[in-house]
């Protein structure tokens, strides 16, 4: 005698999830962060190399850096970026790039070189500004020349020192926001590749009667 199993017997039960659309589920939203993850651990790479290449000049004999504040050297400097330069003991020709010690208020600028003047100073001015800087910069006050631009690094500073709170803040938000989300990148539960050993195990043998 034939016995025929009812074929509603074998569905699955509508109230009972299914365990392989589940963890197919779980794998695609683990592939997901992973991928975010990676976004953000390269984008913190991008920025921590850039603040590190405008800050270790700064303890290299010879070479220093500047961040601009302002936009007097605009469109070829804006503010944000980080000049680096570097000493140099031959008399340095008109047009050149130096960042200075201002005479009058000590804080280092970064203009371009209008004129050499007889005594042995320069007349500055900023590429954007209709005049040159009322004072001219004796030569020892100058701090180097400039050779290489390091893009945006600089703009918290500029944030902080004009009173511009918002960006700021948005700023440090934001970056906590890309450190939370590389852990989805360096956890090995989040790896896409995992091997699941649910899945790999090898099924007990069933025993003979």
Do not use: C
């Not at 953000?40 to 961040?67: D, E, H, K, N, R």
């Not at 047009?95 to 203009?111: N, Q």
């Not at 790896?191 to 099924?203: C, F, G, K, L, N």
């Amino acid at each position: 005698m034939t016995i025929v199993a009812d074929p509603r017997d074998l569905s699955p039960d509508p109230e009972q999830p299914d365990p392989g659309s589940t963890r197919e589920r779980s794998r695609r939203a683990d592939e997901g962060r992973f991928y975010l993850g990676l976004v953000a651990l390269v984008a913190l790479l991008v920025f921590g190399t850039l603040a590190v290449a405008a800050v270790l000049p700064m303890a290299v004999p010879g070479y220093t850096s500047a961040s601009i504040t302002s936009g007097s050297m605009q469109p070829k400097l804006r503010p944000g970026d980080v000049v680096i330069a570097a000493a140099s003991d031959d008399l340095i020709g008109e047009r050149t790039i130096i960042v200075f010690e201002d005479p009058e208020h000590g804080d280092l600028v970064t203009h371009r070189i209008a004129e050499v003047n007889e005594d042995g100073t320069y007349t500055t001015k900023g590429d954007a500004n209709g005049v040159t800087d009322a004072r001219p910069v004796p030569i020892e006050n100058v701090a180097g020349v400039g050779k290489w631009v390091v893009p945006f690094v600089g703009l918290p500073r500029v944030w902080i020192a004009n009173g511009d709170w918002l960006p700021f803040g948005l700023s440090i938000a934001a970056a906590m926001l890309v450190l939370w989300f590389v852990r989805y990148a360096v956890d090995a539960e989040y790896d896409p590749w995992r091997v699941d050993e649910s899945e790999s195990a090898p099924e007990p043998a069933s025993e003979s009667p």
